[in-house]
């Protein structure tokens, strides 16, 4: 059975960093194209950044130089870790396995001082 359960979202003063885990269970995270999705309060989900069965990354050009997502393969996590986090990055980020559109629950950011 497949699963993703996010975790790491917090409160952060604009500025500051955050480190978000997506664990997935039921798959190998190298075999599939996994991605991190965010939504704001009425706003679309959007996509802020991929990683390829290959490890090759993508990134929205909103969090491009600031935000970068990795995987521990051995572990089977999938993280994204943000910088330099501004208000407009507060949403819910979702992890996402494209093929089967497989999502977690998502994990709550908040960028306020």
């Known amino acids: 059975q497949v699963q993703l359960v996010e975790s790491g979202g917090d409160l952060v003063q604009p500025g500051g960093s955050l480190r978000l885990s997506c664990a997935a269970s039921g798959f190998t995270v190298s075999t599939y194209l996994i991605d991190w999705f965010r939504q704001a309060q009425g706003n679309w989900r959007e996509r802020v950044a991929g990683?390829?069965?290959?490890?090759?990354?993508i990134y929205a050009p909103s969090v491009k130089g600031r935000f970068v997502i990795s995987r521990d393969i051995a572990k089977n996590m999938v993280y994204l870790e943000m910088n330099d986090l501004k208000p407009e990055d507060t949403a819910v980020y979702f992890c996402h396995r494209t093929t089967g559109n497989y999502w977690g629950r998502g994990t709550q950011v908040t960028v306020s001082s």
């Open positions: 990683i390829s069965s290959g490890g090759t990354t």
